[in-house]
């Protein structure tokens, strides 16, 4: 079983920054994808970005050049630093970790960004 546990988020200001992190607990193994995706009221979940434990990076096109994710392999831990927050960036954010085919989800967290 894998646990994963997200912290961060919380009400910004447009144009502020926010933090994410998620820790995942349980069996782990050497390989494997994390990520955070996001789900705004009434749409479908999307994708933010993507790390490999080799530290392979992908980006949706709408938050590249703001957010910028990495990891820790020793801590399990994957982080998403968000700059130059936009309104549209409000949303429920979770942490997703992909191994050996399978995918297992935090509890998400919400980022909401005043205007």
């Known amino acids: 079983q894998v646990q994963l546990v997200e912290s961060g988020g919380g009400l910004v200001q447009a144009g502020g920054s926010l933090g994410l992190s998620c820790a995942a607990s349980?069996?782990?193994?050497?390989?494997?994808?994390m990520g955070w995706y996001r789900q705004a009221p009434g749409k479908q979940r999307e994708l933010v970005a993507t790390?490999?434990?080799?530290?392979?990076?992908n980006y949706a096109d709408s938050v590249k050049g703001r957010f910028t994710i990495s990891r820790d392999n020793a801590k399990n831990t994957v982080y998403l630093h968000m700059n130059s927050l936009k309104p549209e960036d409000t949303a429920v954010y979770y942490c997703?970790?992909?191994?050996?085919?399978?995918?297992?989800w935090g509890q998400g967290t919400q980022v909401t960004v005043s205007s």
């Open positions: 997703k970790l992909r191994q050996w085919a399978n995918d297992y």
């Open positions: 349980g069996s782990i193994f050497r390989i494997n994808v």
């Open positions: 790390i490999s434990s080799p530290g392979s990076t």
